[in-house]
């Protein structure tokens, strides 16, 4: 049975595998301002209200489920619900006690996370094993592993802060979070590759599935399936210390990290060339040596090397010079590669079975591994089996065989990353699960579209916003009428007269200057003057008013008017001021 198969049915017998993640917000990972406990809150909360009815757990069954008091879990989920450095509130509450006390528990929702927002998945059930200064921990692995960040020891420690205290708000030392790092790792949630990373650093590994559900001593189902195996030393040493730098404790050998194809085989060295064309030089005093095995098979292979003094050997010029190793198709054969032997999983061979065709010709040992990698890290990360198979199958169809002038570099640099936006679900523009065109992909095409027409634009002298010929000052009509609109001129304020006030008759409505006996009786002269004249005579009804005797045709509300009309007109004075005072109106 191979070791896929293996850890299969080790998952099968096991009990039923807690596999909920919940998307958390890298907010409350990386800011100081909420505290370990307040992270384990949000995970159990959020899985908790998942459910049809919400979450409606007290506070001390969330505490036992977290294996926490409950002092810590409210004081976690007041950090949640009060407003953060940024004003986000992570956590809403609805209480549903009745004012006597009595009722049931609160219904906890927490926020809509933005589609740009950064986050990192983690298992609800890493939140039940591990403690709040744990989790984490656990959680910057689990993004730094996600953006492929190689995480230093010195890194992770500052991502977890004292949080009471004299050094409250400050990270804790190196050697407490390898400590942190080792508790994290004995409880099988994170592997550590010790030194095997770039540089000498440690490679962090989070898996996402609880320990229970795996084989002793392995990672989730189809996580170890997604690497290559590779051998390597010894794994027992523990976390560097403080002030170690990048080397090892005692007996753990080289940090080198890269594959070099020059070995200790002498087929490696450089050309050498004789003073005398044909002779191979020997030093004085060349002292017979005995030669092992592997080095006779190399030298009966190769012909043309003579032993010298110290056991050295130089090949001869007879020798051809060393063609250079490539993964390109028809390069040299794996002849002087020593290291590990590789064996891809059969999980990762059947995802490139499109490529197969392409993986045949990579020569290099080292590439083909880092291929295997490449999947086996998309694999535990989410990607589907079938989605990344299709991936392979179309960039593939759209190439010729031939035009591949590097399959290992075209499946690493092509075929395998994925195209399109931050969003996950993102497959060069479209969304895997439903088919439909990406709106954020869209939107960055047409930002991409715009900078190119105004870049256009600019180089042919055009205005950037409207493409229309600027005039003379620099500034075309359309963009003069847009500020126009934006910036509408502001409407000068009504400029009162200079000189005496002036108001309106009450009795014409013709403007006066309110002056003299106007500021008594607010009549203008004419009506002051017919004012005294009506209140001096008798007004005679309109029976007294000689026949042939014309009057003015207006009328003072229901009787008419029996003032004389002004010369070439019907009406009278008073009159006549109020059809001038219609009409101006």
């Given at each position: 049975?191979?070791?896929v198969?293996?850890?299969?049915?080790?998952?099968?017998?096991?009990a039923?595998v807690?596999?909920?993640?919940?998307?958390?917000?890298?907010?409350?990972?990386s800011?100081?301002a909420?505290?370990?406990v307040?992270?384990?809150?949000?995970?159990?909360v959020k899985?908790?209200?998942l459910?049809?009815?919400?979450?409606?757990?007290?506070?001390?069954?969330?505490a036992?489920?977290?294996?926490?008091?409950?002092?810590?879990?409210?004081?976690?989920?007041?950090?949640?619900?009060?407003?953060g450095p940024?004003?986000?509130?992570?956590?809403?509450?609805?209480?549903?006690?009745?004012?006597?006390?009595?009722?049931?528990?609160?219904?906890?929702?927490?926020?809509?996370?933005?589609?740009?927002?950064?986050?990192v998945?983690?298992?609800?059930?890493?939140?039940?094993?591990?403690?709040?200064?744990?989790?984490?921990?656990f959680a910057?692995i689990?993004?730094?592993?996600?953006?492929g960040?190689?995480?230093?020891?010195?890194?992770?420690?500052?991502?977890?802060?004292h949080?009471?205290?004299?050094?409250?708000?400050?990270?804790?030392?190196?050697?407490?979070?390898?400590?942190?790092v080792?508790?994290?790792?004995a409880?099988?949630?994170?592997?550590?590759q010790?030194?095997?990373?770039a540089q000498?650093?440690?490679h962090y590994?989070a898996?996402?599935?609880?320990?229970?559900?795996?084989?002793?001593?392995?990672?989730?189902?189809?996580a170890?399936?997604?690497?290559?195996?590779?051998t390597?030393?010894?794994?027992e040493?523990?976390?560097?210390?403080?002030?170690?730098?990048?080397?090892s404790?005692?007996?753990?050998?080289?940090l080198?990290?890269?594959?070099?194809?020059?070995?200790?085989?002498?087929d490696?060295?450089?050309?050498?060339?004789?003073?005398?064309?044909?002779?191979v030089?020997?030093?004085?005093?060349?002292e017979v040596?005995?030669?092992p095995?592997?080095?006779?098979?190399?030298t009966?292979?190769?012909?043309?090397l003579?032993?010298?003094?110290?056991?050295?050997?130089?090949?001869?010029?007879?020798?051809?010079?060393?063609?250079?190793?490539?993964?390109?198709?028809g390069?040299?054969?794996?002849?002087?590669y020593?290291?590990?032997q590789?064996?891809?999983?059969?999980?990762i061979?059947?995802?490139?079975?499109?490529?197969?065709?392409?993986?045949?010709q990579?020569t290099?040992?080292f590439?083909?591994?880092?291929?295997?990698?490449?999947?086996?890290r998309?694999?535990?990360?989410?990607t589907?089996?079938?989605?990344?198979?299709?991936?392979?199958?179309?960039r593939?169809?759209?190439?010729?065989?031939?035009?591949?002038r590097?399959?290992?570099?075209?499946?690493l640099?092509v075929?395998l990353?994925?195209?399109?936006?931050g969003?996950?679900?993102?497959?060069?523009?479209?969304?895997?699960?439903?088919?439909?065109?990406?709106e954020?992909?869209?939107?960055i095409?047409?930002?991409?579209?715009?900078?190119?027409?105004?870049?256009?634009r600019?180089?042919?002298?055009?205005?950037?916003?409207?493409?229309?010929r600027?005039?003379?000052?620099?500034?075309?009509?359309?963009c003069?009428?847009?500020?126009?609109?934006?910036?509408?001129?502001p409407?000068p304020?009504?400029?009162?007269?200079?000189?005496?006030?002036?108001?309106?008759?009450?009795d014409?409505?013709?403007?006066?200057v309110?002056?003299?006996?106007?500021?008594?009786d607010?009549?203008?002269?004419?009506c002051?003057?017919?004012?005294?004249?009506?209140?001096?005579?008798?007004?005679?009804t309109?029976?007294?008013?000689?026949?042939?005797?014309?009057?003015?045709?207006?009328?003072?509300?229901?009787v008419?008017c029996?003032?004389k009309?002004?010369?070439?007109?019907?009406?009278?004075g008073v009159?006549?001021?109020?059809?001038?005072?219609g009409?101006?109106?």
């Amino acid at each position: 049975m191979s070791a896929v198969a293996a850890a299969a049915a080790a998952v099968d017998d096991s009990a039923p595998v807690r596999r909920q993640r919940v998307r958390v917000p890298m907010r409350l990972v990386s800011s100081a301002a909420y505290a370990d406990v307040a992270l384990s809150v949000y995970v159990k909360v959020k899985a908790l209200g998942l459910r049809p009815e919400g979450c409606q757990a007290k506070t001390s069954t969330i505490a036992s489920y977290l294996g926490v008091s409950v002092a810590s879990v409210e004081r976690g989920m007041t950090q949640l619900c009060r407003p953060g450095p940024d004003g986000v509130v992570e956590l809403f509450s609805d209480r549903r006690t009745l004012p006597g006390g009595t009722g049931t528990s609160a219904v906890r929702t927490v926020r809509a996370m933005t589609r740009t927002e950064a986050f990192v998945w983690l298992p609800v059930a890493a939140a039940e094993d591990l403690t709040p200064r744990q989790l984490r921990a656990f959680a910057l692995i689990a993004y730094a592993q996600t953006r492929g960040i190689a995480l230093t020891e010195a890194e992770l420690a500052a991502g977890l802060l004292h949080h009471s205290g004299k050094k409250a708000g400050q990270p804790i030392s190196v050697t407490a979070a390898s400590a942190v790092v080792d508790e994290v790792e004995a409880a099988r949630w994170v592997t550590v590759q010790r030194r095997a990373g770039a540089q000498g650093r440690h490679h962090y590994i989070a898996h996402d599935i609880a320990p229970e559900a795996r084989p002793e001593g392995g990672c989730a189902a189809g996580a170890v399936a997604a690497e290559a195996t590779v051998t390597s030393g010894s794994q027992e040493a523990v976390s560097s210390q403080v002030g170690e730098g990048s080397g090892s404790p005692v007996g753990e050998g080289s940090l080198a990290n890269e594959e070099s194809p020059r070995t200790d085989s002498p087929d490696d060295g450089p050309a050498f060339f004789s003073s005398a064309v044909g002779e191979v030089p020997v030093v004085e005093g060349a002292e017979v040596v005995e030669i092992p095995a592997g080095a006779a098979a190399r030298t009966e292979a190769g012909g043309g090397l003579a032993l010298r003094a110290g056991g050295n050997s130089q090949p001869s010029p007879s020798k051809p010079e060393t063609k250079k190793r490539s993964s390109r198709g028809g390069g040299s054969a794996r002849s002087s590669y020593n290291g590990p032997q590789l064996a891809m999983s059969p999980p990762i061979y059947a995802v490139l079975e499109p490529v197969h065709l392409l993986l045949e010709q990579v020569t290099s040992d080292f590439v083909v591994r880092q291929i295997a990698r490449e999947v086996g890290r998309q694999l535990r990360e989410g990607t589907d089996t079938e989605r990344l198979q299709h991936r392979l199958t179309v960039r593939f169809a759209k190439v010729m065989v031939p035009e591949i002038r590097d399959p290992g570099r075209w499946l690493l640099g092509v075929a395998l990353p994925r195209w399109g936006c931050g969003y996950q679900d993102c497959e060069a523009g479209v969304l895997w699960s439903t088919g439909k065109d990406c709106e954020v992909c869209a939107e960055i095409v047409q930002d991409k579209a715009a900078a190119r027409r105004r870049a256009q634009r600019i180089e042919q002298g055009l205005c950037p916003e409207h493409g229309t010929r600027p005039s003379p000052a620099g500034r075309c009509a359309d963009c003069v009428l847009d500020d126009a609109i934006r910036n509408p001129a502001p409407v000068p304020a009504p400029r009162e007269p200079e000189g005496p006030p002036r108001g309106s008759c009450g009795d014409c409505g013709a403007r006066i200057v309110v002056v003299g006996r106007a500021l008594e009786d607010g009549l203008c002269k004419l009506c002051r003057e017919e004012a005294a004249a009506l209140g001096a005579a008798v007004v005679p009804t309109p029976a007294a008013v000689p026949a042939g005797q014309e009057t003015c045709a207006g009328r003072d509300g229901g009787v008419p008017c029996v003032r004389k009309p002004l010369p070439s007109r019907s009406v009278c004075g008073v009159h006549r001021v109020q059809e001038l005072a219609g009409e101006v109106a």
